[in-house]
């Protein structure tokens, strides 16, 4: 299979991106930032974006979605990325809506799709406990309780989870049966007995500490198969990263077109200094490395919308560690070269290099998914 676009797939790039930079600049998240908006991102803009078809990229169109794919929806974050917008995309349109498409029950599905699928229903997954990306490290405990479960325990890093309606929680199930002991539960965040602390991380993104305190939830709040939770887990968050990989190339993307565009307008000496032969081979090394990462993120995607046989997992790892790296150089290159006014607030560059190292660092920073790719192989 090609690694390019077809022509619908670049009329959906040129589409998104042209919509986040009209309706997204940086000074809109500088402005959320700086009056520290207790929500954190645009509803009227999240309600366009639904508009537009990109919040049900991936449900199904019987619940109201566009019915696309991983492709589709690594475009959109693509977008996200070049633009730094501060929308639910990733918690809500990807993980969310990914878990319940595939696991749900019909109930479930028609309750929560379509309203996810038109704007109106936000989702975040309630899934690690400490400071690094361990989902096999679940200690949250789920309880039989009458007809129904008990929850006990906390959550950190639940991307948008103070604006949730609705939190998937991954809990360790003690009688879960044979098919382990990980269950995924559907908890409304105003359930009582949860208590959501909102936390502004460094890029001015959203996240929140989430603590269960005998938290009651009935018998059909749970999702899929009981003790299925962790091979659930494995499928949707290998498609997760996959789409947030696009998200850091479009960092990295949008971080290298600032710097060519200050190399070109820049003067010392008497010269522009992307004259300078030093600067331009930084400056062509850069670029192959985003067109690397962006070639092995999108044969990963295509991978997971083929269903290919001998699965796609190896290749997700490859694919975020990858553009994990990448986009890391590129805000690093970007930094140097714009010399001393890079480390001011003043130019959006410093936003570029907050946000990709925490969306490095979500679902696996580049040494959990190397590592995890080499036990794979058997090393």
Known sequence: MPIVFDDTQEMLRDSALAFLKDNAPISALRTLRDTHDPVGFSRDLWRQAAELGFTGVLIDEAYGGSGLGVVEAGII???IGATLAPLPFLSTSV?????LGLFGSDTQRSALLPEMASGRHLTALALDEGS????ERITLLARRHGDGYMLDGSKVF???GHVADTLIVAAKDAQAGPDGDISLFLVPRDNAGVR???CVIADATNAARVTFEGVRVPAYALLGRAGNGAAMLDKVLDIARAVLSSELVGIADATFARTLAYLKERSQFGKQIGEFQALQHRAAHLFAEIELARA???QCQQRLDAGRSDGPEPLVCVAKAKAGTTATLAVQEGVQMHGGIGMTDELDIGFYMKRARTAQEWLGDANWQLNRWAGMRGY
Not at 95 to 99: D, I, M, N
């Open 296 to 298: 092995a993120v999108l």
């Open 132 to 135: 690094k990306h361990r989902p």
């Open 77 to 79: 974050a693509e977008a």
């Open 95 to 99: 993980l969310g809506a990914s878990l």
């Open 196 to 198: 959501v602390e909102r």
């Open 158 to 160: 639940v991307v948008d």
